[in-house]
């Protein structure tokens, strides 16, 4: 836990859902609520290019808060992208607007695969921690502050892929063929890691957020094999803060993450009815999630409907209100907004 | 049933398989078997156009037939393209190579989708029944000939869309917004749809397959209503030999797909565990599949292994092996060969 001396928090609902306290309503926050729907976003979009806004912490900060001012959702997360990791364990990574990330040089051989090596990530991350504590004390206490990192074979997608991909084959396939390099890679990015959400965590988060965007693209058995040991030991490593692994498309892995992995919370995509979510993971672990992003698309009276209806069915204890998947770009402010106020306009029938 | 006077059947196994009869051993055969890793395939691709191969009954025909010729699996598949539907239905679609397809015309308002009128869809895709009678008598009763489609979601998915999406969220979003017109457009593609699996049974087609892709976009709720009702009246409507379901995506929804849709057989796409499919399903219906398309990547001999191990997973009746989607563009054929030929040596323990 941070040493900083920080401003008192004033609204724990957050905290205490994933706690598993009694709570007056679901806390409510979106993922990529600092996104490309807000206007006051795109503003800074067009002035600094994708790092600048990531590695200054000052338009980190900003960016943060912008949408706690303008939805007073009840935690903020900070800006930021998973690909930073990769950035410190030496691959290049341009954001190409309309095409999304590409690495100029991606694992290719066994060889690069062996030259990954874990070395002081948080040094090189460190704008990170400095926007992450500089948030923390602008934020002055209106809600909790979240950090976040990919997890390892989420990354490791991306640095074999070389870019976005709807199946990431070449990653996957790179698995198959070179079993130990791919170890070594997946060992090197468990303890990158560790290291990044711990620091993250002296910094200032107070709690944080493991992305396993494509952990989905995996059998069942593969992801045993591949993804579920990183999960697993990075939540065993990571201290202080409650984490919330996130890991897409894995339904059929809801047991095992909710009784082995250790997490606080497991959040869902929109694919997983509340129903079996509260059936596997068994009542204990608090759930977060699963609006479909798209849904926020519809008109607002229906907006409204279903996320009442979302919350009716996860009920009130151990659930954190949420999307599915990070808001879509072209969603209306109004819209977004519709979504957070009824979450906290609900009450308990 | 066709009138025509075909070849004898030599290779039943695929329908025995169907119908849930005793087997000597599973059944195989590969979704997009005709395609892009075959160099005899590349060698027509290099010399006519999407739609000329697509259109051209003598080169469907070839195309066709090349991996039977090949790898000797035990069910051959037309060769065409889900979007031959839209196309008869006024959509302009034009194949760009590198990104896939895109619609000159997507449907952008209620009035687009009003206009959507399914009339004499066999009429104005001939070629595709020209091209199955001909394959029927070109294969010469070697094994059966399997006819397809786009599953009526999935066609809206790009008639809205406008281009391939990772998410389709104007589709989806589309949907929400005018739920009447986009109605009024499943139903002219569950007519059209009808008409289509119809007419190509006429023409000599030995089973069809319903190709729900991008089903697993949706939440359970938005499946049930918007995609199954199709799926179940086309099963209902589609007279003379057996369907197979193949909705990508939707674990949630085996069981409903099992009971209720009337199928002959379920595809499976590779994150459902063999256990799963059959406690969904009960055992009294056929299951395909899933073998991840990417582990053909692998080293021949870890497919052997995986190969095997999926057939003793699945059992050897009631069980037509296939991928879990299709055959990746860069698979080298000797792969394809060791998983084809694994299935075909299979002896039951």
Known sequence: MSNHNFPALKNDLFLRALKGEEVERPPVWMMRQAGRYLPQYMELRHKYSFFERVETPELACEITIQPIDELEPDAAIIF?????????????????PGKGPVMGNPIQTEDDA?????????????????????????????????????????LFCYMVEGEGSKTFDKAKSFLYQYPEASRHVMRELTNATISYLNAQIDAGAQAVQLFDS???????????????????EISASVKGVPMIIFAKGVWYALERLAYKSGAAALGLDWTISPEFAREKTGGNITLQGNFDPSHLLAPIKEIEQKTRRMIHRFGTRRYIANLGHGILPHVPVDHARAFVDTIKNYKQE
């Open 214 to 232: 494509w952990a989905g693209l995996l059998s069942p058995e593969d992801f045993n094999e591949w993804a579920l040991p990183c999960l697993m």
């Open 114 to 154: 062996f030259s990954v090596l874990a070395e002081n990530i948080p040094e090189k991350l460190h704008y990170v921690m400095d926007a992450i504590t500089l948030t923390r004390r602008e934020l002055n206490g209106r809600v909790p502050l979240i950090g976040f990192a990919g997890a390892p074979w989420t």
């Open 80 to 96: 930021s992208d998973i690909l930073t990791v990769p950035q410190a364990l030496g691959i290049d990574v341009q954001m190409i």
